[in-house]
């Protein structure tokens, strides 16, 4: 299947682009059912108002990409480097998904949402968090450094490790993992 330069609301199907390196592409409103593109170079794409359902995005690199309320829904994003991504907003958002091994570095996730997915040993390292929703989402292994995480929710989520270089307020941790950081404060509990 060939990939058009630019489009708006259309729907692809089962394409299979695979390792490949695709160019300045521009999609609106457009959809991407079970397409593969795993390790594939996307330079200097714009992706605005896109959803993928049940892509392979595995290792997939950005490569000063733009992308704008874009949804991904039981999509495999193992390996992903984010901060290649020119300019990804907080309107990006994953539902049952595989974000393992990614990091997202530096990047303005204010209002960030993930539901329902795995992200084990995924970096935050110097993200704008806030009001970020972590909603029954597997982080085993997964950091935050020095994340702004104030008025953010790991509601029902587990494994949620938090650096004490984050800054918290009004952030919702499970119980498990609430009484895992009361040490942070000299809190022991008996």
Same mark, same amino acid.
């Given at each position: 299947?060939?990939?058009?330069?630019?489009?708006?609301?259309?729907?692809?199907?089962?394409?299979?682009?695979?390792?490949?390196?695709?160019?300045?592409?521009?999609?609106?409103g457009c959809r991407f059912e079970?397409?593969?593109?795993?390790?594939?170079?996307?330079?200097?794409?714009?992706?605005?108002?896109?959803?993928? %359902?049940?892509?392979?995005?595995?290792?997939?690199?950005?490569?000063?990409?733009?992308?704008?309320? %874009?949804?991904?829904?039981?999509?495999?994003?193992?390996?992903?480097?984010?901060?290649?991504?020119?300019?990804?907003?907080?309107?990006?958002?994953?539902?049952?998904?595989?974000?393992?091994?990614?990091s997202f570095i530096r990047l303005?996730?204010?209002?960030?949402?993930?539901?329902?997915?795995?992200?084990?040993?995924?970096?935050?390292?110097?993200?704008?968090?806030?009001?970020?929703?972590?909603?029954?989402?597997?982080?085993?292994?997964?950091?935050?450094?020095?994340?702004?995480?104030?008025?953010?929710?790991?509601?029902?989520?587990?494994?949620?490790?938090?650096?004490?270089?984050?800054?918290?307020?009004?952030?919702?941790?499970?119980?498990?993992?609430?009484?895992?950081?009361?040490?942070?404060l000299g809190i022991a509990v008996?």
């Open positions: 299947m060939r990939l058009p330069l630019d489009d708006e609301d259309a729907t692809f199907s089962d394409g299979d682009w695979t390792g490949e390196r695709l160019e300045r592409r521009s999609f609106v079970r397409c593969r593109f795993g390790e594939t170079r996307l330079e200097r794409w714009t992706l605005d108002d896109c959803t993928f %359902v049940g892509c392979d995005l595995a290792v997939v690199r950005w490569g000063d990409s733009t992308l704008r309320d %874009v949804h991904f829904v039981d999509c495999k994003l193992t390996g992903v480097d984010w901060t290649e991504a020119h300019d990804l907003t907080l309107s990006v958002r994953f539902t049952r998904c595989t974000l393992d091994y990614g303005p996730l204010k209002g960030l949402r993930v539901e329902e997915s795995t992200g084990a040993d995924v970096q935050f390292a110097d993200c704008d968090l806030r009001e970020a929703r972590f909603d029954r989402v597997r982080l085993d292994g997964a950091s935050f450094l020095r994340c702004d995480l104030r008025g953010a929710s790991f509601a029902g989520s587990s494994g949620v490790a938090l650096d004490p270089s984050c800054r918290l307020g009004k952030t919702t941790l499970g119980m498990q993992d609430a009484l895992g950081h009361l040490h942070r008996e």
